[in-house]
């Protein structure tokens, strides 16, 4: 895990308390530039607790969503407590997405194994995401709907995970963007380009924002597979 350098005074103990569990969880940090916190958690240690404010926004889910949340949650106060000194409640915004507190930005996605966080302190790093998923093909459903007809001809001759990728890569991308955006964005308004050799990506992001202005936007990230999973972040330094 990599910690920001304003950060160096705080107790990690304090903050990151051991978790027990029967499954390690994969080191994402090399994603991200330097000063970037990440954590991943796998589900048989993930806390139920949410604190008061955060469960009264919850409200009643199904014990799936619940886990969820407060593992993300959970793993996001104690990110931002590295940086601020204050594991202080992650609250919902009116479109789901979570309230990072001022000077700090952040990221959090979910599988049915992995709970994995990203924060950074906005004087670092302008935005970021990340994401995961299972390594597997993508639905040929959905690929006439997320992929371009560039991203189909560069990945027509790869294995058939890829394309599951590059799904991962855009649920990043739009996490990343989304603070600058504030409006929903179309898989086929970004288009990625990927280095195989490097796990790397490059990503041209082209929609209007909230306010109906054209917005041309670019996103470097990282990827790795590891555990049956695919980690991708997205950053925009």
Not at 16 to 39: K, N
Request: hydrophobic share 40%; with cysteine.
């Amino acid at each position: 895990m990599k910690y920001a350098a304003n950060s160096a005074d705080v107790n990690e103990a304090e903050f990151l308390p051991a978790r027990q569990g029967t499954h390690t969880a994969p080191d994402v940090s090399g994603l991200f530039p330097d000063g970037v916190l990440t954590l991943v958690e796998h589900r048989d240690s993930w806390p139920s607790e949410l604190t008061p404010a955060e469960q009264v926004q919850l409200g009643d889910v199904c014990g799936k969503r619940l886990a969820e949340f407060a593992a993300g949650r959970d793993q996001a106060r104690r990110l931002i407590a590295t940086i601020t000194g204050t594991a202080e409640p992650l609250l919902v915004g009116d479109y789901r997405q979570p309230l990072w507190p001022k000077g700090v930005i952040g990221s959090i996605s979910h599988s049915d194994d992995y709970c994995a966080v990203a924060v950074a302190s906005t004087d670092l790093i302008t935005d970021l995401g990340i994401d995961v998923e299972t390594r597997e093909a993508l639905n040929p459903e959905v690929e006439d709907i997320v992929l371009t007809e560039a991203e189909m001809a560069a990945t027509e001759s790869l294995e058939a995970w890829v394309r599951k990728l590059i799904f991962s890569i855009k649920e990043s991308n739009y996490k990343c963007c989304y603070h600058m955006v504030k409006a929903f964005i179309d898989f086929k308004q970004c288009e990625v380009v990927l280095d195989m050799s490097q796990q790397s990506h490059r990503s041209t992001i082209v929609c209007n924002n909230n306010l109906g202005k054209e917005l041309n936007i670019h996103v470097e990230g990282k990827w790795m597979v590891e555990s049956g999973h695919i980690f991708t972040s997205a950053v925009i330094a």
